[in-house]
């Protein structure tokens, strides 16, 4: 049974589309290759999980009272971005309200069901919801795997001193063609 999930984070219209309340162009950059590690991690039979940041429409959020509203319910800017499909018979779209996938949601529970040990991060942004969902993955005993040409943020230096961080203390960091090499050699499931 394999036990690897790829995980992908908050890829959603807000943050993908230049129209949303969010958006920023290095999502953009990152989705073709998101959609790449998608498919083959699909080859591979791996469980997929989409991790959708989703505020609730005119309720409080504590998330909120420092940032841009974004990602609200009904809005569309928290469906995850056209290029990414979902597959409604085998992918968990999982909704979350905090920087961490882990928080407030099943994600561990789907994963101790699933049996799985690693998990594969993509998405964005890499100083907030990857460092807390890889720092969550870490503490619960999984091993993160963190794609690192498939996360951005809006500032180069922020993504990389916070990959530099994942590698030395609490994951991996690979590069999708390193993932693909380990795929392809069964190294990874």
């Known amino acids: ?50 991790l959708r940041h989703s505020n609730r429409k005119d309720k409080f959020d504590k998330n909120l009272v420092n940032m841009r509203p974004n990602c ?29 996938g882990f928080v407030g949601t099943d994600l561990d529970m789907v994963l101790r069901e699933n049996k799985i040990q690693n998990v594969i991060l993509v998405g964005t942004k890499t100083n907030c919801c990857i460092r807390a969902t890889v720092t969550d993955a870490y503490y619960l005993d999984y091993t993160p795997i963190v794609v690192s040409d498939c996360v951005a943020t809006n500032d180069e230096t922020v993504n990389q001193v916070h990959l530099t ?24 499931v």
């Open 1 to 50: 049974m394999n036990n690897t999930a790829l995980i992908i984070v908050d890829m959603v219209k807000d943050f993908t589309d230049p129209e949303g309340l969010v958006f920023y162009p290095q999502n953009l950059e990152i989705l073709p290759r998101i959609k790449q590690v998608l498919d083959e991690c699909r080859k591979h039979n791996m469980l997929v999980i989409f």
């Open 72 to 100: 609200i319910e009904g809005t569309g800017g928290d469906e995850i971005d056209p290029m990414l499909t979902v597959d409604p018979v085998k992918d968990y779209v999982i909704k979350k309200r905090r920087y961490s």
């Open 165 to 188: 961080d994942i590698k030395k203390y609490l994951g991996k960091v690979i590069t999708s063609q390193e993932l693909f090499d380990l795929l392809d050699k069964g190294e990874m």
